[in-house]
Nanobody, 124 residues
Framework: QVQLVESGGGLVQAGGSLRLSCAASGRTIENYAMGWFRQAPGKEREFVATINWSSSITVYADSVKGRFTISRSNAKNTVYLQMNSLKPEDTAVYYC?????????????????WGQGTQVTVSS
């Protein structure tokens, strides 16, 4: 079993930056693909970004491409999401997820483990 704990969320003004962290415990995630998803009030959970086990492949939602960067440290068993140029429409609860496969995609149903989420609020 893998436990995932997100941190780094908060309130920020439009144009600002935040860095989310996702710390894994229970076992190493070095062979797992990792992803970030978000869910705004009244909306379905949506894909944000994913990174494969070796960090050689990253995929982003069009809405965050060029502003967000996903990265990982297998030594620290941690995944990050650097969010720059934040917009009010980025406001959501952000979730970290792990897929036992070495590479994953946009489908949230393929992910096996989920964190509890961290709130990101962007004010205009």
């Amino acid at each position: 079993q893998v436990q995932l704990v997100e941190s780094g969320g908060g309130l920020v003004q439009a144009g600002g930056s935040l860095r989310l962290s996702c710390a894994a415990s229970g076992r190493t995630i070095e062979n797992y693909a990792m992803g970030w998803f978000r869910q705004a009030p009244g909306k379905e959970r949506e894909f944000v970004a994913t990174i494969n086990w070796s960090s050689s492949i990253t995929v982003y939602a069009d809405s965050v491409k060029g502003r967000f960067t996903i990265s990982r440290s297998n030594a620290k068993n941690t995944v990050y999401l650097q969010m720059n140029s934040l917009k009010p429409e980025d406001t959501a609860v952000y979730y970290c997820a792990a897929d036992r496969a070495p590479i994953a995609g946009r489908d949230l149903n393929s992910y096996d483990y989920w964190g509890q989420g961290t709130q990101v609020t962007v004010s205009s």
